[in-house]
């Protein structure tokens, strides 16, 4: 059996990052392992023209910062925090080069990250974090799929 001792689980807050948080801490509990649970804040853009912030730029990220604290607390159940050593992380950048840098950073054995965040045309323009992550990442990827849809015959 693989020896796995850290696993890094990045969080959108999304309904597919609780997904994955399932797995993340099915894995860890497991393997008896550390679980960091990292949020990114994407760098914030200025494009004169189009937005104009009601708040100075550092003030909108302290506030960003404050409500992902906030959420990241609860993300984890606090029966499970219980149970598992888990490190809350929240810092600022692109998504996908602070997921390969905290993973190198902690030496995560693993990455429990799930596929979906961005669609459309942004995921055109910029590709899936799951993906970069999958061909940039230190270690293994554990990528976790959306739920499927239950067929209900009428």
Known sequence: MPK??????????SDFSKNAM?????LATAYKAKL???????????VSGFYVPQLP?????KEMENA?????????P???KDEIGVENMIVSGTP????????????TDLIVIATHGRTGLEHMLFGSVAEKVVRKSPC?????KKPGREFVMP
């Open 4 to 13: 796995i001792e850290r696993i890094l689980f990045p969080t959108d807050f």
């Open 22 to 26: 399932e797995y993340a801490v099915s």
């Open 36 to 46: 960091y649970v990292l949020h990114v804040i994407e760098h914030i853009f200025d």
């Open 57 to 61: 730029v550092t003030e909108l990220y």
């Open 68 to 76: 992902a604290k906030k959420e990241i607390e609860k993300f984890i």
């Open 78 to 80: 606090q029966k499970v």
């Open 96 to 107: 996908f080069l602070e997921i390969i840098r905290t993973a190198r950073e902690k030496e």
């Open 140 to 144: 293994s990827v554990f990528v976790v």
